[in-house]
C-alpha cells in the first residue's frame, strides 16, 4: 500500500521564479491538503483539495495555488517566489472532506530560494 | 483568531514517562490530535481526541478537556528512538464544513540514557 508521494525532493530556485511541486495522496485517499513548515516551526496550513476544487485555504497569498487531478493527485504552485517561501512543502491526504482528524503525510519537497 | 501553546523543549531519561501540555484559542473546535516528526521526517499521525477523556494507544496516551481548551500526550517507558518533536493540532471547522489542522509549534523532545 503505497502512502504520500512528493517530487521532488529537493528544489533551489530563484527569487521572482515560479515552482510546481507534486503529491500523489495514499490509496483510498481523496482529500489532499498543503502545509508549509518553515525551519523549528509547525505545519502551517496552505490549502486543501476535495473533488478537484480548493476547498479551504489557511492564510496565504494568491501566489500560492493549486490543482487536483481525477485521479486525486494535486500541485502545489507558488509565483513570485520570495526568499520566505523558503520551506519544507508538505503534502497530507485523508478520506472524505471531513476526515482531517488523522492525515497521512508525504516526506515534503525541501524549497530552497535564493 | 487560533492559538495553541505548548512548550518549546522538554528532556527525559530512557523508561521514564513524560507529559507534553497543549492549551488551545480556537473560533471553533472538533478535537486535537498529536503528531511525531523526526528530524527530516514527516509527521506521522499519533492520537486524536474529539471528546473529554483519555485515549490510550500503546505507550502513548492523550488527553483532553474541552471545557479548558487543554489536552496532553502522555508517553511511557520512554525510548531513545521517541526522541522527535511533538505536535499537537486543532482540528477546526469552517463555513463550507471541511475541516483542516492548525498546528502549534511543537515540542522538542530528548530522551537522554
Known amino acids: 500500500d503505497a502512502g504520500v508521494t512528493q517530487s521532488p525532493t529537493h528544489l533551489i530556485k530563484t527569487r521572482g521564479q515560479q515552482v510546481t511541486l507534486r503529491c500523489s495522496p495514499k490509496?483510498?485517499?481523496?482529500?489532499v491538503s498543503w502545509y508549509q513548515q518553515a525551519l523549528g516551526q509547525g505545519p502551517q496550513f496552505i490549502f486543501q483539495?476535495?473533488?478537484?476544487?480548493?476547498?479551504q485555504r489557511g492564510n496565504f497569498p494568491d501566489r500560492f495555488s493549486g490543482h487536483q487531478f481525477p485521479n486525486y493527485s494535486s500541485e502545489l504552485n507558488v509565483n513570485a517566489l520570495l526568499l520566505g517561501d523558503s520551506a519544507l512543502y508538505l503534502c497530507?491526504?485523508?478520506?472524505?472532506?471531513?476526515?482531517?482528524?488523522?492525515?497521512?503525510f508525504g516526506p515534503g519537497t525541501r524549497l530552497t530560494v535564493t | 483568531g487560533q492559538s495553541l501553546e505548548q512548550p518549546s523543549e522538554v528532556t527525559a531519561v530512557e523508561g521514564a514517562i513524560v507529559q507534553i501540555n497543549c492549551t488551545y484559542q480556537?473560533?471553533?473546535?472538533?478535537?486535537l490530535s498529536w503528531y511525531q516528526q523526526h528530524d527530516g521526517g514527516a509527521p506521522t499521525f499519533l492520537s486524536y481526541?474529539?471528546?473529554?477523556g483519555l485515549e490510550e494507544t500503546g505507550r502513548f496516551s492523550s488527553f483532553l478537556s474541552r471545557s479548558d481548551s487543554y489536552g496532553y500526550l502522555l508517553l511511557q517507558e520512554l525510548q531513545m528512538k521517541d526522541s522527535a518533536s511533538y505536535f499537537c493540532?486543532?482540528?477546526?471547522?469552517?463555513?463550507?464544513?471541511?475541516?483542516?489542522?492548525?498546528f502549534g509549534t511543537g515540542t522538542r523532545l530528548t530522551v537522554i540514557p
Open positions: 497530507a491526504s485523508s478520506a472524505g472532506l471531513a476526515g482531517g482528524a488523522e492525515q497521512y
Open positions: 481526541n474529539a471528546l473529554d
Open positions: 493540532a486543532v482540528r477546526t471547522p469552517d463555513q463550507t464544513g471541511a475541516n483542516n489542522l492548525f
Open positions: 483539495y476535495y473533488e478537484e476544487e480548493e476547498r
Open positions: 490509496s483510498g485517499h481523496d482529500t
Open positions: 480556537t473560533s471553533g473546535f472538533y478535537g
